[in-house]
């Protein structure tokens, strides 16, 4: 795991537990997909906790230096995606990440449970 993406990936883990982000995991996808190196996977009980987690990652990632390139999903706060080039982090209502499930998607990804 490359240093920047590691430290990225951490604050972003701790921002999501910091709004009680539930089933936080990291999905190493570098071998597998051209798209991103890393997906980070939180989930949230509620679409106004969704947002919460949403918001604090992205402040947090931002005010560490980090530059948020795309943000998708939030107005309808079900499935918010923050991509930051190398990491994507996907910010899921409980029902949308068991109905999408992109650990089985991704099943030859290494899980790194947070």
């Known amino acids: ?17 910091n709004k009680k982000a539930k ?3 990291v999905l ?3 071998s597998i997909s051209p798209i991103t190196d890393y997906f980070v996977l939180f989930s949230g009980s509620s679409t106004v906790q969704v947002r919460a987690i949403a918001d604090e990652v992205e402040e ?3 005010e ?4 948020l390139l795309h943000k998708e999903g939030y107005n309808a706060s079900r499935w918010i995606l923050l991509d930051f080039g190398d990491v994507i982090v996907h910010v899921f209502h409980e029902e949308d990440r068991e109905f999408y499930n992109l650990e089985r998607l991704w ?3 290494d899980v790194i449970n947070f």
């Open 1 to 17: 795991m490359l240093d920047d993406s590691k430290a990225l990936i951490l604050h972003a883990c701790n921002a999501g537990e």
């Open 64 to 67: 560490k230096g980090y530059a």
């Open 60 to 62: 947090k990632l931002t």
């Open 28 to 30: 190493d996808i570098s």
């Open 107 to 109: 099943a030859d990804a």
């Open 23 to 25: 089933d936080i995991k």
